[in-house]
């Protein structure tokens, strides 16, 4: 399953590695990936976006499922 975020808060190249790191560390997420100019972040995988959003949040980032 695939999961897109916009995110707010990430200016650099430190804001993606910690995104990154927040979502790869939630159970069932496969894969990350991290658009820093487009502000958004595409999850692969079966984890809950409660559980990436509240990750995203303990970094000190905004995030929301896609519409």
């Given amino acids: 399953m695939k999961t897109e975020l916009n995110i707010t808060g ?3 190249g430190h ?3 910690a995104v990154e790191s927040a979502l ?4 069932g997420v496969e894969q990350v ?3 820093l100019p487009g502000g ?10 409660e ?3 509240t990750a995203i949040a303990e ?4 995030a929301e499922v896609r519409a």
Wanted: charged letters at 25%; one cysteine or more; proline letters at 7%.
């Fill in 10 to 12: 990430m200016s650099c």
């Fill in 15 to 17: 804001c993606v590695k």
């Fill in 24 to 27: 790869k560390s939630v159970p």
């Fill in 33 to 35: 990936t991290v658009d």
């Fill in 40 to 49: 958004k972040a595409t999850v692969e995988g079966d984890a809950r976006p």
């Fill in 51 to 53: 559980a990436m959003i």
């Fill in 59 to 62: 970094e000190g980032y905004t």
